[in-house]
Nanobody, 114 residues
């Protein structure tokens, strides 16, 4: 199983934006079902969004209209989670994962506060 590398997190004020990246050398992102999850310490990991090979996407209700999941179509070497209009409740460690995998990367911390 592939261990993905997440990056792009940081500290941002409410209403701000971040773009998270998920990469793995040599992995065929265009052929995979990829999802983003997030986890707050002491809480269960929460599904955020999924993209399928055809490009269709699904989002949890709390991020619809604010987050966009997309692939690097040109190179096929990464997927991204564009997060706009961030809210304090979006604060969490964010992870990406291939459907069916049980391997998790290190994640990337997103903190939204004023």
């Amino acid at each position: 199983q592939v261990e993905f590398v997440e990056s792009g997190g940081g500290l941002v004020r409410p209403g701000g934006s971040l773009r998270l990246s998920c990469a793995a050398p040599g992995f065929a992102f265009s052929e995979a079902i990829m999802s983003w999850y997030r986890q707050v310490p002491g809480q269960a990991r929460e599904w955020v969004a999924t993209i399928v090979p055809g490009g269709d996407t699904r989002y949890t209700d709390s991020v619809k209209g604010r987050f966009t999941l997309f692939r690097d179509v040109a190179s096929g070497t990464a997927v991204y989670l564009q997060m706009d209009n961030l809210k304090p409740e979006d604060t969490a460690v964010y992870y990406c994962q291939e459907y069916g995998s049980t391997t998790w990367g290190q994640g990337t911390q997103v903190t939204v506060c004023s």
